[in-house]
Structures are given as structure tokens and as C-alpha cells.
């Protein structure tokens, strides 16, 4: 069974401040790492994808991959309460021509004014 | 290039009826994924298809649930004889190789 695990939160920042959420998953075999954005009532929102060890900055987001350690984060910097939504991490597996998407249970985070 | 299509965007069938669930992938995807998302939980993999075939199903109920991805039109999840149980959110997403984005759902309500 392949296993996407992230803190459900929630968790509150003020603006201004760096978020930090946090995702591990338990197949090493794992070969593409994303993370989404659901706001309240919407669609999930691909936000970043990061495919090798290190960081991937993408104006004021940062996804953090460590395979040896089966980890994956994503940093917000200067947070906004336009950043309070749910982040869900997702996961891809390739088997063949098969794939799965897993997805954790989404870290709920609100921003303070 | 339009998104990921769904359609219809709300649905209401009465307990017995069957819902029907359409996605059209982004142009230039052949992979799609079903996702079924309760309030306040998490996305739940059903199922996983490519042009004509079921890849992986693993998620999908045994009974009453069913998926299809033609060679021609829109991927669809079909439930039948639905129960209050089945009342979610219903997403598909369209894939080209590594990233897949999301339609804006349906959203299932059995009365």
C-alpha cells in the first residue's frame, strides 16, 4: 500500500511569516512529487512539481525534495491570507505503463492578518 | 487550450437513480484519474484510465461504480442505483506525462 502522510493541521502563521508543510511517503520507488492548493469548496490547484533531490524555488514558493529520507515540503515565503487554503501533497508511482497519484489528507493553513 | 472539463458541475438523483459523470481531459492528454472527495477529508483515488483501457481500478467500489475512457469524447464515471453514501465531490484529472490538473468537479447529492 503506498502511503502519502502529511500533518493534517491546522496550522496558522501571521502574514508576513514563512509557512513550512510537510509530507513523507513510503514507497522509495516514487518518481514525481507535487503539491496542490484547495481552496474552500474548489478544484485542487497544481502549484509545484519537483522531480530530483534539492529545492525548486518558484517566486515565493520552495518545494524541497529528499529521497533517501522519503520527504518532500513546500515553504511559503512572505505568507498572505490569500495563501489560507488546504495544501494537499501528491505522490506518482510508475509501474509499466501503469501510474498511480497518490495524495496525503491536506494540511488546512490560514495566514493571520 | 481549455482545462480539464466536467460536467455537469452539481447533480441531484433521487436514491435508485444513476449518475452519470463526464471529463474531458486537456487537449493532448491520454490519462485521466477519479478522485472522490468527502467534506473535510481528503481525495480518495477510484480509478485510473487511458484511452480505451482501465489501468488501475483499485480504488473503485466493486459494485455500482464503473469507468470508461473512449477513443472518441469524454471519460465517464458512471454510478448506478446511487444511495445517500455516494453524495461528493467527484474530480477527474487529465495527464499528459508526469503532471495532472484538475477539473472543477461535480458535486453529487442523493435525496
Known amino acids: 500500500q503506498k502511503e502519502v502522510e502529511q500533518n493534517s493541521g491546522p496550522l496558522s502563521v501571521p502574514e508576513g511569516a514563512i509557512a513550512s508543510l510537510n509530507c513523507t511517503y513510503s514507497?522509495?520507488?516514487?518518481?514525481?512529487f507535487f503539491w496542490y492548493r484547495q481552496y474552500s469548496g474548489k478544484s485542487p490547484e497544481l502549484i509545484m512539481s519537483?522531480?530530483?533531490?534539492g529545492d525548486k524555488e518558484d517566486g515565493r514558493f520552495t518545494a524541497q525534495l529528499n529521497k533517501a529520507s522519503q520527504y518532500v515540503s513546500l515553504l511559503i515565503r512572505d505568507s498572505q491570507p490569500s495563501d489560507s487554503a488546504t495544501y494537499l501533497c501528491?505522490?506518482?508511482?510508475?509501474?509499466?505503463?501503469?501510474?498511480?497519484?497518490?495524495f496525503g489528507s491536506g494540511t488546512q493553513l490560514t495566514v493571520l492578518p | 487550450n481549455a482545462g480539464v472539463m466536467q460536467n455537469p458541475r452539481h447533480l441531484v438523483r433521487r436514491r435508485g437513480q444513476e449518475a452519470r459523470l463526464r471529463c474531458s481531459p486537456m487537449?493532448?492528454?491520454?490519462?485521466v484519474y477519479w478522485y472522490r472527495q468527502l467534506p473535510e477529508e481528503g481525495l480518495k483515488f477510484m480509478v485510473y484510465?487511458?484511452?480505451?483501457?482501465?489501468?488501475?481500478e483499485s480504488g473503485m467500489p466493486k459494485e455500482r461504480f464503473s469507468a470508461e475512457f473512449p477513443k472518441e469524447g469524454p471519460s465517464i464515471l458512471r454510478i448506478q442505483q446511487v444511495v445517500r453514501g455516494d453524495s461528493a465531490a467527484y474530480f477527474c484529472?487529465?495527464?499528459?506525462?508526469?503532471?495532472?490538473?484538475f477539473g472543477q468537479g461535480t458535486r453529487l447529492t442523493v435525496v
Open positions: 484529472a487529465s495527464s499528459r506525462d508526469r503532471e495532472a490538473f
Open positions: 514507497d522509495r520507488g516514487s518518481q514525481s
Open positions: 501528491a505522490v506518482n508511482f510508475f509501474s509499466g505503463s501503469a501510474r498511480q497519484l497518490t
Open positions: 484510465l487511458q484511452k480505451e483501457n482501465i489501468i488501475d
Open positions: 519537483i522531480y530530483s533531490n
Open positions: 487537449k493532448g492528454h491520454s490519462h
